[in-house]
């Protein structure tokens, strides 16, 4: 997934004129304002999967990896990544919630699509410890394997979401640049 923002000539011309005193004045103003979008790209990717997806906070977290490569001066280029395994079916909106026998598991993985899975059904499994949707390979008793959703990573590169990360991360950083700018004018921001 690739969320880009751009900064307009323009807007970089009239930085650079306006920060000409302060050392390294408009890389700083431009990288902090960068940052500051991408933060927004990563905690709003979350709220973005949830708007459009079912599954549990907990279990959207647990499984997800999301790193972020800060501009710097030196370095204007920043990025999120996300990363991670893909997430039990599970923990999305699934019905039965407790084993029993001879129902339907019917999941709901983006909010109002609903997914029959006529041969799986809910299981204890490790004692107890994990409860899942699971399905058999054949149709001896075992062995059994469990269903899966997406995982973060793919969620989060569905077109809709992306889009609107793209646009709030382009809003932050265009509304951050002056900000900045104004900070280093009035001798803060180190």
């Known amino acids: 997934m690739n969320i880009g923002v751009q900064i307009d000539a323009e807007t970089m011309e009239r930085?650079?004129?306006m920060l000409a005193q302060v050392p390294?004045?408009?890389e700083r103003a431009f990288s902090n304002a960068i940052n500051r979008g991408l933060s927004k790209v990563k905690t709003g990717a979350f709220r973005e999967v949830k708007r459009v997806y079912t599954v549990q906070s907990r279990a959207l977290n647990s499984a997800t990896k999301a790193g972020v490569k800060k501009a710097s001066t030196g370095d204007l280029a920043g990025?999120?990544?996300f990363a991670g395994s893909r997430i039990p079916l599970y923990k999305f909106n699934v019905t039965p919630k407790t084993p029993r026998a001879g129902r339907q598991v019917v999941a709901e993985k983006q909010r109002g699509v609903s997914e029959v899975f006529a041969d799986a059904f809910?299981?204890?499994v490790n004692n107890g410890e994990h409860t899942g949707v699971f399905q058999r390979e054949t149709e001896a008793r075992l062995p059994i394997y469990e269903?899966?959703?997406p995982s973060a990573a793919e969620m989060i590169q569905r077109t809709a979401i992306t889009e609107k990360l793209q646009e709030e991360a382009q809003k932050t950083v265009d509304e951050r640049v002056m900000h900045e700018v104004e900070r280093l004018l009035n001798g803060y921001g180190g």
């Open 15 to 17: 930085v650079e004129v």
């Open 24 to 26: 390294k004045g408009a």
């Open 79 to 81: 990025y999120v990544h």
């Open 122 to 124: 809910i299981a204890g």
């Open 147 to 149: 269903r899966l959703g």
